[in-house]
């Protein structure tokens, strides 16, 4: 019988010492290594873990899929969705800056996704950084294409960055 995902992140985690966190560093820039391979933890232990992550969030306990997004990162830093759901709870969690940074590496891993930019910019508007909102809705329009499977996510960026455009005359002139 294998071992329901809070165990093992449990038993995986108390595992970890500074020896192993020193490996791991030197392994990953002399090899690109990840602690799952390290640690000889397989892809579908680490998928059990994201689609309980995943229902936690989709079931609003943001606070707990946060923590075992934080794992799957910390055991995987090279897999996109880890990151995703890293960036979701956090700006779910009202957690901004942490949440661009998740997102900014979920981009990274693939700069052809308009998800992690257009996330990272909801996130810098809820920070009032109008300008970087701006860049961040602009690549996701760069990013994705007319009648692609990403049109919704096309056409909110467009309006929103041109609400955003719109709204520099007049907070200059009421200044």
Not at 79 to 97: D, H, I, N, S, V
Not at 110 to 118: A, K, Q, T, V, Y
Request: with cysteine; charged share 25%.
């Amino acid at each position: 019988m294998s071992a329901s995902p809070e165990e093992l992140t449990d038993s995986l985690v108390s595992e970890v010492s500074e020896d192993d966190l020193a490996q791991i560093t030197a392994d990953f820039i002399k090899n690109g290594k990840t602690l799952r391979e390290l640690k000889g933890v397989t892809r579908d232990e680490l998928e059990a873990v994201y689609q309980v992550a995943y229902q936690l969030y989709s079931g609003g306990d943001y606070e707990k899929a946060r923590k075992l997004f934080e794992f799957l990162c910390f055991f995987d830093h090279l897999e996109r969705k880890y990151w995703l759901g890293m960036g979701g709870c956090r700006q779910m969690l009202k957690q901004y800056e942490p949440a661009i940074e998740a997102y900014s590496l979920a981009m990274l891993l693939d700069s052809n996704d308009p998800l992690p930019p257009f996330h990272a910019a909801e996130c810098h508007i809820a920070l009032g950084h109008r300008d970087a909102a701006i860049s961040g809705l602009t690549a996701a329009l760069e990013w994705s294409t007319e009648g692609s499977e990403h049109q919704a996510l096309r056409e909110r960026a467009k309006a929103l960055r041109a609400i955003l455009e719109e709204s520099a005359p007049a907070a200059a002139e009421e200044g």
